[in-house]
């Protein structure tokens, strides 16, 4: 696996544009909070209720997420603990409104990735996920490492 730099440093290539990034600053929580929400409101075994009424797809999924950023860089994947647990407190909120979390994530899922592609064609480059799909995971932690370089945390 290259070093997480690299990846950053190669998503980086396509999300010069301020009006890009700003979109993805917005997009990319989004679409990582709407796809967990869909995972989340996916029907699960008898047995994940029984260990926990927080096991569930979407949190095995944003488990799984936290050993690859672990693999890529400790720092990196200490805060991304922080923002799952944020994301969590989120989705049960989320779960307990009127209308059903899967409606809500689609809606938001769409209308996300509509603002990640208005902003990929005001950049004028393709999404880095078409070049490799390990780019999907690299969205987020890109965005938490630059405000890691914004307070001084090593990567």
């Known amino acids: 696996m290259q070093p997480v730099n ?4 190669e998503y980086g290539e396509s999300h010069q544009n301020a009006t890009n990034k700003f979109l993805h600053w917005i997009c990319v929580p989004l679409i990582v909070l709407s796809l967990v929400g ?15 009424p927080l096991m569930n797809w979407g949190t ?18 200490i805060g991304m ?7 969590v407190a989120l989705l049960v909120w989320m779960d307990g409104l009127n209308v059903p979390l899967w409606q809500l ?12 592609f208005i902003g990929h064609a ?17 969205g987020p932690i890109w965005l938490l490492s630059a405000l890691y370089r914004k307070v001084g945390i090593p990567l």
């Open 6 to 9: 690299e990846w950053l440093d």
């Open 38 to 52: 869909l995972l989340w409101s996916a029907p699960v075994p008898a047995v994940f209720e029984q260990v926990s």
């Open 60 to 77: 095995l999924f944003m488990l799984a997420a936290l050993v690859y950023y672990f693999i890529m860089s400790f720092t990196l994947a």
């Open 81 to 87: 603990v922080f923002v799952t647990g944020a994301m």
């Open 105 to 116: 994530s689609i809606g938001i899922f769409v209308v996300a990735w509509i603002g990640q």
């Open 122 to 138: 005001i950049e004028g480059k393709r999404p880095s996920f078409f070049k490799d799909l390990q780019f999907l995971m690299i």
